[in-house]
Every structure is written in structure tokens, then in C-alpha cells.
């Protein structure tokens, strides 16, 4: 979760300052108990703006006098990391801690090398949650939904809760600071976006519930849109229906299988498989995986009426989930849950070598191709191949 939180950058003007203290400050004040005036911000167009708190991985500014002899700053009951080029006579410049306080007592605590103390009413705000993934977009009545994230807090006086599209509102099976899990609602029917609320207030989920935006094909009925007649389909344990259906027994590597190959062919209707910023886009599914090792899957968009070719110059994105396993292990997702690849991602040819590929104008792109095809990876064997695949859609991934 990379940009939740908004660290300001330091004035100009006092970060010139700054970069003149010295060990002069620290032994000048060294006898004295530092004084708080006030609080502020770091951001340079706020620079007047005094405040009494802040949230978790704040940039601050506490202004005062004797200052340069701190050592440590404890907001609550923990402790801030303090970098001494950012401690003058006049200010101290520190991140509030992002750890979550064990006793709240709404001070912070000025400690100096030779231990004098002062103390300054401020208190620390905790976020509203953080949701950074769901598991499936596409769980049905009764699955459990898991959310990963932050901030998942209750005293009990307010519990968390979650509100499903249309309002229906439940509580969680369970959670702790950064998971959340949730089983949904029977009624829980109709597109759009989740809720979660807790003491510290409510936060959307970015991830659509029950998603259609940019949705290419939710493979119904059987062969939609693929001539090839290649790859099969599936409907028991589905997500949302009817599923395409990858399955081979001991699949072997470089083997052109064609249960293992799949096409969306849509360039007759003159309609592009999607428009946008390619660096704004992902490809978006749900799978759900039962076996697979070894082979990468071969994902490429291609612009030709007639023909495809695995071979042929486009940017490919190989997806290999069982990578984090070596290889030499079946990888298992335990159920469906919702996979999304960066359009960014599409820079491969078959072998896997980047070679300078780019998808380019995607709105020139109206077909899609699906093959499982490759070498094994290095001190492996065939496994079976097992893995099913729903709801393929192009959507807004920023």
C-alpha cells in the first residue's frame, strides 16, 4: 500500500536551515528543558497552519526553544524515529509513528540527552480503514470474503462493520488490524462498491463488487467468440456461471494442446477490445486454480481478423502464479479469487525474454489469445494442469 498516506515534503527555507545545525545546538542546550510553542505542518503552502494532531506517518514540525539537545519523541507510548540533522534549537522535525499505541494519554514526550522532559498535549488520529485487495470481486451468498489492509479497529463500543450495494449491512466473521474476513450476504446481489465502517470512520473498497466495467467475455454461451472451438468450459463449483476450463492430465512443455488454448476473436464487430491509457489498464479475472506447475500461460491481444500466432510479434504477459512455489510444486488458490495483470505487464515473447514489446495503441486491438506454452521450469517435471477462468475485462487499475 504504497500511497495512503500523504508524507509532506519539507520547506525550502526550512530545510536550508536544517542542513546548517550542527553539534552546536545539541551542546548549547544540553542544560535546558526544551520548550514547545506550537505545531505544524510540513507543507510549505501551510506553513502557517498550527494543529493539535495528526495522523499515523505524519510529517510534523514541533517549534520552540532549547530544543537541540533531544534525543527521543514519544507520541502515546511510542517511540519516533528521530533523525538528528532534523533537530535544531528551534525546531524538530519528526514522522509520527505508524505503530498504534498501547496506553493513549494524547501527549507527546520531549526526551533530552541528559534526561529532562518535557511534555506537550497532542493527539495522534487513526485512519479510517485501509483496503488494499479483496479476494474474489465476484464472491457469492455464503463465501467468505477476506479484505487485506489496516486499520481494522474496534473498542467494541463501535463495532466494524461492512455494507454491501444496496445497503445491506453485516459484521465480520473476524478481524485483526489488517485483515478483515466477511461472508456475504445472501442478499448480497447487485453491483457496486463495498463499505467497511469503524470508530475511525468508513472507507470504500476500490475494487468493484459483482464488476462489469470493461468486461470482454463472461464465457457464455459455449465458443463464444472463439472460433478456434479450443478450450473447455465448466459450470459446477462456478463463480458466476458457466467458466472457460484449462484441464490436462501431465502437461507437457512447448506442446501446442489444444485443451490448454483459448481465443476471443472480435475484430468483425469493429469494436476495440478496450480504450485508454495503456499505463492505466489491467486485465482483470477471476480464477479459480486447482492445480498448476511448471508452464507459464501466454497472454496476447492481437489485431488480425484470421489468423493468431504464439509465434507472432506481439507483446505477450506470462502469467505464472506457481512461481512463488519454484515450480516443482502445484500451485492451489483454494477457491476463486480475482487476478488482475498490469496492461504494462504485456512486454514478452513466448520464451519469455523481454525484448522491448509494448502493447502500443490497445484501441487498435480487438482479439485476444490464450495458450498454455512453454519450458518447464529448470529441474521440474509434468504436473497436471488444472484451472478455471471468468469475467475477463479490461478496466481502470489507478
Request: glycine share 8%; aromatic share 12%.
Amino acid at each position: 500500500m504504497k500511497k495512503y498516506f500523504s508524507i509532506f515534503t519539507i520547506g525550502v527555507a526550512l530545510a536550508a536551515s536544517l542542513s546548517s545545525c550542527d553539534q552546536t545546538d545539541a551542546e548549547a542546550d544540553k542544560d535546558a528543558t526544551p520548550q514547545i510553542e506550537y505545531c505544524r505542518v510540513c507543507d510549505p503552502a501551510a506553513a502557517d497552519s498550527m494543529i493539535v494532531s495528526a495522523s499515523l506517518g505524519s510529517r510534523i514540525a514541533f517549534i520552540g526553544r532549547d530544543l537541540g539537545a533531544v534525543q527521543q519523541v514519544w507520541f502515546n507510548d511510542q517511540k519516533a524515529k528521530l533523525n538528528p540533522t532534523m533537530v535544531t534549537s528551534n525546531s524538530i522535525i519528526v514522522d509520527v509513528p505508524t505503530s498504534l499505541p498501547q496506553e493513549v494519554t494524547n501527549q507527546v514526550r520531549f526526551v533530552t540527552s541528559k534526561g529532562r522532559e518535557t511534555i506537550y498535549p497532542f493527539s495522534v488520529k487513526v485512519p479510517s480503514p485501509l483496503i488494499t485487495s479483496i479476494s474474489c470481486q465476484y464472491a457469492s451468498p455464503g463465501d467468505a470474503l477476506v479484505m487485506v489492509g489496516d486499520y481494522f479497529l474496534s473498542t467494541g463500543d463501535i463495532p466494524v462493520t461492512v455494507t454491501f450495494p444496496g445497503g445491506i449491512v453485516v459484521e465480520p466473521d473476524s478481524y485483526t488490524k489488517e485483515t478483515l474476513t466477511v461472508t456475504v450476504p445472501a442478499e448480497a446481489t447487485t453491483e457496486g462498491f463495498i463499505k467497511v465502517t469503524s470508530e475511525n470512520g468508513t472507507t470504500t473498497v476500490p475494487f468493484k463488487f459483482l464488476e462489469t466495467d470493461g468486461l470482454i467475455c463472461d464465457f457464455e454461451p459455449d465458443g463464444y467468440m472463439n472460433p478456434w472451438g479450443q478450450g473447455g468450459y465448466g459450470t459446477e463449483g462456478g463463480v458466476s456461471g458457466q467458466y472457460l476450463h484449462f484441464s490436462q492430465t501431465a502437461a507437457g512443455e512447448w506442446s501446442w494442446n489444444n485443451a490448454l488454448m483459448w481465443c476471443y476473436w472480435n475484430a468483425a464487430s469493429g469494436k476495440p477490445i478496450a480504450r485508454g491509457d495503456l499505463s492505466q489498464l489491467g486485465l482483470r479475472f477471476e480464477t479459480n486454480i486447482v492445480s498448476w506447475a511448471n508452464l507459464p500461460m501466454l497472454i496476447w491481444f492481437f489485431k488480425d481478423d484470421e489468423t493468431t500466432n504464439v509465434d507472432g510479434d506481439e507483446a505477450q504477459a506470462h502469467w505464472m502464479p506457481w512461481s512463488s512455489l519454484g515450480g516443482d510444486t502445484p500451485f492451489t488458490t483454494g477457491g476463486w479469487t480475482t487476478v488482475t495483470i498490469p496492461l504494462t505487464d504485456f512486454k514478452y515473447d513466448k520464451t519469455g525474454e523481454v525484448d522491448n514489446r509494448v502493447i502500443g495503441n490497445i484501441e487498435e486491438f480487438y482479439n485476444i489469445g490464450f495458450m498454455v506454452f512453454g519450458a518447464f521450469a529448470p529441474g521440474t517435471q509434468a504436473f497436471d494442469f488444472d484451472v478455471r477462468i471468468d469475467n475477463l475485462r479490461i478496466v481502470n487499475i489507478n
